[in-house]
């Protein structure tokens, strides 16, 4: 059985499931003229005629007083093909429409076209057919309908097609389809179909009949797109979604309950190469097309989302609404990329790790797919052959995809398990990551990681049952402080050469003569002492700026490549290990660590001097070459200030740069400076970075702002949310009055001020990624009110020496009050001594009699 007939005999089936064959005495169960059937709404008649075609079921003949099924279904009172009824109007043009109006305004009735667009707007066929570009524009108002006119289009509808159904015509091929066919060529006349639009929704009466329609067409839709591949056929089926997505009411209360529901559910059906056609449709229709797409679908997300409750039980994961319009939106997403601004050249040479023939230890376990390598890909992504990253301005900013009400009903637990494990068969909205705000994103990464750590302790477990040895389930690095980076440089080379999966472990660090447990406190230290080292000026590994107050790769350093490679390690790691570094690069360095290279427009906030001069020679009216007298040879100073030329172009000094050349000139200039320069530098960076992340979905999941935030953490600083978030204990409350003044002395600070306290408590002057709300932070009172200051009892985290950790401040004039300090793992711990404010982590001991001796004599604390 060919395909076409197939699709007959299915739509045969529906409809006799729905309107039945007309014979009042029929005694064929799945016949709706049966006096016992049923009735079953269009989904579940749908469904049901799939299954009847299957097992071949009864067939009803068609009673005399029914119109035969293999012509459209109209109404009762279109039988007579009367020019009041337009029954042999088969489907729409602009020309018909007008007609059509006309006669409706005349008459003071628009029944008339209610029953065409029902019958047009509910056939797959007909819409496929409808406002053709070969199709004549009308040339005046609506004019007065001739039949010569609707004579025509009758003769135009006359082919085949028209005697097979009324979708099943829908898959026949058109003539003219052959191997030159452009995918983004449609035969839609898209101005025509907007005009139309605007006439039918300047009408109150035909709302219904287009909702209808549309509740009518989708599973009809859904059929011919999973079982008959459709759009294969006769890609014009496109052709349906074009035209109702061009509805502008869609996003209404009379859509969103079930007419767009089932068909963003249909449009999921389409093959991966229609939906990248339709997204680059949009993007050549513009931003306001794009916005509405993208409002459309949100709207029903949300709609669904709080109609509905989900729970750990009822996930939004099985809700097929949200599903579906979720991926409606990736395409919207995709059109919005393309449609702004685009780079999708300059793309970092990317290393593949060779495969080995090998089984590794996760496949003997049966755990391959939780732990496969490489990052995902996208089909849409593939197809369009375009990434997020590629962007360098989309036309609606990327925040604005994120949907807030999702992200709060989203079990990311769940979430990710059906990303790592059982993606073939349940959705998850990390593969949709442009919906989820870098918070939500950040948990997904944080139980990868998390996954990644208890399997290496296990393996790690196992193997040493084998061999007989005493198992070592972390990073461990035991360092000294005074050689810190010798020390780390060396253990954590050795660990990458020998065993790169122990990177995977959590980390555990050690201060060399120093007792203590690494909570996460110590491992933090470590971060920062490192960093502080590496980027110090005088090392020479990265040059300062000024004015950005931003590191940059010195390209004559002097270092070898291993201490970049340690640098790349150390980012990777802090991202691993869910702790914020203060590192101060350009974005440029976190684009160029998700593969893009860097270019002319990256040098406005890495080099904004270089920038702004390019920028100039750029827009100079005058004789660039005369008035500039500029060479392909450029120069720069190395690390003892001595100038170095280079040629950007062989023989560089002797080729002038022009009015025609500059824009080559300034786009090798950057190359030199962002790629070339530091290619040496960059690539052992990278490499470090990635030795801890390549098995992540990072790059998949997060963009490069993003990806800063991971590692820095966020600069927008909310007091106010910290203060909600600190819970109190040993006595106080919110209500207490040392709080009450606490928070008066921090809300009075000065955004310098605040960054200064913030620094001194956490270790750096960035909230964690979600802002100030997710640091948790415990204000305890130790000890009774009394003059006697030496009663207070001092803690200290158990990682720190005490010379390293205790500082002293005086907060403000009227607050004179000694402050302990120690650096953050989980969370802060304020507490408030008679006369001092003391940080502690939750894990701290009691300090040395000597500094509790220090505090009661009320001097300042001092190294002891």
Same mark, same amino acid.
């Given at each position: ?47 049901? =005629? ?6 071949? =079921? ?154 209808? =329609? ?39 209360? +009379?859509?969103? +309950?079930?007419? *767009? ?57 099985? &809700?097929?609404? #949200? ?27 990317? +290393? ?156 555990? #660090? ?34 300062? &700026? ?11 350093? *002097? ?43 990256? *040098? ?11 920028? +100039? ?149 960035? =909230? ?37 950790? #205790? ?11 000694? #402050? ?45």
């Amino acid at each position: 059985m060919n395909r076409a007939t197939a699709k007959h005999l299915i739509e045969r089936y529906f409809r006799q499931l729905t309107d039945g064959c007309g014979n009042g005495d029929c005694a064929n169960e799945f016949c709706a003229s049966c006096r016992d059937f049923q009735p079953l709404d269009n989904n579940s008649a749908a469904a049901k =005629a799939l299954e009847l075609f299957k097992i071949n =079921a009864k067939l009803c003949n068609p009673h005399p007083s029914k119109k035969d099924s293999d012509t459209p279904r109209v109404d009762s009172t279109d039988l007579c093909p009367t020019r009041e009824n337009f029954s042999d109007v088969h489907y729409l043009t602009e020309n018909t429409v007008s007609m059509i109006l006309s006669f409706c305004e005349e008459k003071g009735d628009y029944s008339a076209l209610n029953r065409i667009i029902g019958r047009i707007f509910s056939s797959a066929d007909a819409l496929v057919q409808s406002f053709r570009k070969d199709e004549p524009n009308p040339t005046g108002s609506r004019g007065s309908p001739e039949p010569t006119d609707v004579d025509k289009h009758v003769k135009q509808s006359e082919q085949p097609a028209e005697k097979m159904g009324a979708s099943s015509a829908a898959a026949l091929p058109d003539e003219g389809l052959n191997e030159t066919f452009d995918p983004c060529e449609v035969t839609v006349d898209i101005g025509a179909v907007r005009r139309v639009y605007d006439k039918f929704l300047s009408l109150d009466q035909v709302e219904a009949a287009l909702v209808n =329609a549309l509740v009518y067409l989708t599973p009809n839709m859904e059929l011919d797109l999973e079982y008959l591949d459709v759009y294969e056929t006769n890609p014009d089926y496109l052709n349906i979604f074009i035209i109702v997505l061009e509805n502008r009411n869609l996003h209404s209360p +009379e859509y969103l +309950e079930v007419a *767009l529901p089932q068909f963003c559910k249909a449009m999921c059906k389409l093959p991966v190469s229609a939906l990248a056609r339709l997204s680059k449709l949009w993007s050549a229709y513009g931003l306001p097309h794009i916005r509405r797409m993208m409002e459309t679908f949100q709207q029903l997300i949300t709609f669904t989302v709080v109609s509905n409750e989900y729970d750990s039980e009822n996930l939004v994961n099985d &809700d097929q609404t #949200v599903v579906a319009a979720t991926q409606c939106l990736k395409v919207a997403f995709y059109a919005n990329i393309l449609g702004g601004e685009l780079n999708v050249e300059h793309n970092e040479d990317e +290393e593949e790790d060779p495969e080995s023939d090998e089984l590794t230890l996760h496949e003997l376990l049966g755990e391959e797919r939780l732990y496969k390598k490489g990052p995902r890909v996208d089909p849409l992504e593939k197809e369009l052959g375009v990434r997020p990253v590629d962007s360098i301005k989309p036309l609606i900013p990327f925040e604005e995809f994120v949907n807030e009400s999702l992200n709060e009903v989203v079990e990311m637990d769940k979430d990710f398990t059906f990303f790592k494990v059982n993606a073939e068969t349940k959705f998850s909205f990390q593969s949709c990551p442009f919906i989820l705000d870098v918070i939500t994103k950040n948990q997904g990464l944080y139980y990868d990681n998390r996954i990644r750590m208890y399997s290496e302790r296990r393996l790690t477990a196992l193997y040493s049952m084998v061999q007989g040895q005493q198992p070592n389930p972390y990073l461990k690095l035991k360092v000294r402080r005074d050689h810190i980076i010798d020390d780390a440089l060396v253990r954590l080379e050795m660990i990458s050469m020998e065993n790169p999966s122990d990177l995977k472990k959590q980390l555990f #660090v050690e201060f060399e003569g120093e007792q203590g447990v690494d909570e996460g406190g110590v491992s933090k230290e470590f971060f920062q002492l490192v960093l502080e080292e590496i980027f110090n000026p005088d090392i020479g590994m990265f040059s300062y &700026d000024d004015d950005t107050k931003l590191f940059w790769f010195n390209s004559s350093s *002097l270092e070898n490549e291993a201490q970049y490679t340690l640098v790349g390690l150390v980012l990777g790691l802090a991202i691993y290990n869910n702790c914020i570094l203060d590192v101060h690069f350009p974005m440029v360095v976190y684009r160029k660590l998700m593969g893009k290279k860097g270019t002319y427009l990256d *040098l406005s906030d890495s080099h904004p001097a270089l920038y702004q001069s390019l920028k +100039e020679l750029l827009q100079y009216s005058g004789n660039v070459e005369e008035d500039m007298m500029l060479t392909y040879q450029i120069s720069h100073t190395d690390l003892f200030g001595n100038p170095i030329l280079y040629d950007l172009k062989e023989q560089g000094g002797q080729i002038p740069v022009t009015k025609e050349n500059r824009q080559e000139f300034v786009d090798m200039y950057a190359d030199y400076i962002l790629n070339k320069s530091v290619e040496r530098q960059f690539k052992a960076f990278k490499k470090g970075f990635l030795i801890v992340t390549n098995e992540s979905p990072l790059k998949y999941l997060f963009r490069p702002e993003e990806v800063e935030m991971l590692i820095c953490g966020s600069r927008k600083l909310d007091f106010e949310a910290l203060e909600k978030t600190t819970e109190y204990d040993g006595g106080y409350s919110k209500d207490s009055q040392i709080i009450k003044d606490f928070w008066e002395t921090i809300h009075s600070f000065g955004e310098e001020q605040k960054r200064l306290f913030l620094q001194f408590t956490t270790g750096t002057d960035r =909230a964690p990624v979600g802002g100030l709300g997710k640091l948790k932070m415990i204000i305890a009172k130790n000890g009774s009110d009394t003059d006697r200051r030496g009663c207070a009892a001092f803690w200290l985290h158990r990682g720190f020496l005490p010379s390293s950790a #205790v500082r002293h401040t005086t907060p403000g004039a009227s607050q004179k009050r000694f #402050v302990l300090h120690a650096q953050l793992a989980d969370f802060v711990v304020l507490v408030i001594f008679p006369g001092y404010l003391c940080f502690y982590h939750k894990s701290y001991q009691p300090l040395t009699p000597a500094l509790m001796h220090c505090c009661s004599q009320n001097t300042p604390p001092r190294k002891n």
